[in-house]
């Protein structure tokens, strides 16, 4: 099933591999991606593993070992990534993006 990405979920990446990288040490930035790409395996192969977000259609993903998530819609042919956030952002961060 192919994922797409809203274009912002780029920065969103940036931003939290740069606070990895330069505030806490460039090991943590590396294994934080990796479980970026591990949840989006996860989500590609089956989204419905993962809880809904009351009053909406968008399921939540969070990473194992880091206090973030993905927000994600499932589509026709797939699923759409609309957001990367951390658990500390405010819980509407993000849902209206498409």
């Known amino acids: 099933m192919p994922l797409t990405f809203n274009r912002l979920v780029r920065k969103d990446l940036r931003g939290a591999l740069s606070h990895y990288d330069d505030a806490v040490c460039p090991h ?6 990796d479980e970026f790409e591990e949840l989006l395996a996860v989500i590609q192969s089956n989204p419905n593993r993962f809880h809904g977000v009351p009053g909406s259609a968008y399921r939540r993903a969070n990473f194992p070992s880091f206090p973030y998530h993905l927000i994600f819609r499932e589509t026709a042919d797939g699923a759409r990534v609309l957001v990367l956030r951390h658990h500390r952002r405010h819980p509407d961060y993000g849902l209206g993006r498409q």
């Open 28 to 33: 943590l930035a590396r294994r934080f991606y």
